[in-house]
């Protein structure tokens, strides 16, 4: 539909890492295209309801078959999907606001002065390695704050992982999945398995997370794709940030 053109226009803007982290007044600028592509994402969401679930669609249906007296589910099965269409918006929602959201309290005290220091020395250990958890334990009082700022860390609930909402989870796999490209050793999958027995996460749930890898890798033709595509708009559309 061509209405979908602006909208995915606005939602790609959100990609734009660079204008996403920056000061706050391209923050600002993104927060109000992901928060005009909701709006449009809503509207076109009940336009296509409405016109699913209008009575002479099923009423057709049935003419064309000649079965002017049986019962059609199509009417059913449409609510149906506008139900699940408007709990998908809502994970969309809070997704994309988490997207914008993300990590910010690493951009100011107390958090900026110490991530200052350790990042660097981060980025040449081992994830989980003796080092590493030394450089942690000397990087407390920023990272007590942090996991008190930002819920898609276990550490950030009373209960860990079993306090975490979908949500929290996804937001925390992506973050996993882009910490181990920080990392010369950077391996998501040994990265599942230390923070498994780190956090006590069951098999059930370590087992997702092996299953969803492959959706995020790289490789995965639909990224490289999207990566494409997002390439191409970002070049057509240079005065979205103003550095570029």
């Not at 408007?86 to 809070?94: A, D, F, P, V």
Request: proline letters at 4%; one cysteine or more.
């Amino acid at each position: 539909m061509k209405q979908l053109g602006p909208i995915e226009n606005r939602l790609e803007a959100s990609l734009k890492f660079d204008a996403i982290n920056g000061d706050s007044y391209e923050r600002s600028v993104v927060a109000s295209q992901i928060r005009e592509a909701i709006l449009e994402i809503r509207k076109l969401r009940k336009e296509i309801i409405k016109e699913a679930t209008d009575e002479s669609y099923p009423r057709d249906w049935r003419k064309e078959r000649k079965m002017d007296d049986a019962y059609s589910s199509i009417p059913e099965t449409c609510a149906h999907i506008g139900m699940v269409a408007k709990y998908l918006g809502i994970i969309e929602h809070q997704l994309l606001v988490r997207e914008c959201e993300h990590d910010f309290s690493k951009k100011h005290p107390p958090e900026s002065d110490i991530f200052d220091i350790y990042t660097p020395k981060l980025k040449g250990t081992t994830y989980g390695s003796d080092k590493y958890k030394r450089y942690l334990t000397e990087m407390k009082p920023a990272l007590d704050h942090h996991y008190a700022n930002n819920r898609h860390h276990p550490e950030h609930h009373e209960n860990g992982i079993n306090d975490m909402n979908l949500i929290d989870l996804v937001e925390m796999f992506c973050d996993w999945m882009a910490a181990t490209k920080r990392h010369a050793d950077g391996d998501i999958i040994k990265s599942i398995e230390i923070n498994g027995e780190r956090f006590g996460i069951s098999e059930q749930l370590k087992s997702i997370l092996r299953n969803t890898v492959e959706v995020l890798e790289d490789t995965n033709p639909h990224i490289v794709s999207s990566q494409h595509d997002y390439r191409e708009w970002r070049h057509k559309n240079s005065d979205f940030h103003p550095n570029e």
